[in-house]
């Protein structure tokens, strides 16, 4: 299965870059930057249509085109986001990723995060035991504590210093604001980021979630609860080291 994803995700990719010098249809989701453009809803129609041929018995939880309520407890399911990091794919052209986890009764499998323009390729998760990076195996990151390394975060946490986020990030060596849910992950697996401390949806962290875990690192969500696959949450990803010391300004303050 791992081998058709993969190649699902190079074409995907490619459609994608193709279309870079045309004209994007962009719409506005719940605000002037929340964007969805042609290409999202495109590239998981494309996706889509893969897995429903490879599994048609297989479920669909992914952000655009009215999937993204799909429960994951039950069966197959592939979640998908087709473009993470839209705002980055607008404005940049680059610094966005194709993302595919698959869960099977509610346990996560297999993840994908693509940087679709520096053509690197994350995978990996229980169904083959290992986490690649293109076709190298990754060795677990360090566990570092947070004063030791740099925290990717959303900037509205930031800003607002929701869930003691202000005083989590001046804890550690330097926040970084990526724009894109999938490059946190990767920067997490490569071992140049400790953790991130987000608000994410279940496509956002899917794939990232199996791959932290698989190396030894842990996530979770609000209330140092397991995250809940349903709607947008509080997000923690990181080091054990570091996931003990950001819950711990939770508990200190409350
Ligand atoms: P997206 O581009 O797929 O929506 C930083 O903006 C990160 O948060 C990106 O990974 C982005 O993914 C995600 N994000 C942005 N707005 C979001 C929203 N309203 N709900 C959930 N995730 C969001
Ligand atoms: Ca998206």
Known sequence: MEQEIISWIYEAAERIKAGLGDALKVDQKSGRTDLVTNVDKETQDFIVSKIKAFDPEAKILGEENGQDETPIDHGRVFVIDPIDGTLNFVMQQEN?????????EGVGQLGFIYDVMRDELFWGGPKVGKVFYNNEELSAPENKSLNQGLL?????????????????????????????AGLDFIAILKGTQIGYVSSLSPWDYAAGKIMMELLGMLT??????????????????????????IQAFDEEKN
Do not use: W
Not at 96 to 104: D, L, S
């Open 152 to 180: 990717g975060m959303n900037l509205a946490l930031y800003r607002k210093n929701i869930y003691h986020a202000q005083e989590i990030g001046n804890q550690s060596m330097g926040v970084r604001v990526l724009g894109c």
């Open 220 to 245: 979770c969500g609000a209330d140092q609860k397991p995250l809940s696959f349903k709607g947008r949450e509080f997000f923690i990803g990181a080091t054990q080291a570091a996931m003990q010391e």
């Open 96 to 104: 966005f990723c194709i993302m595919i986890a698959v869960y099977e």
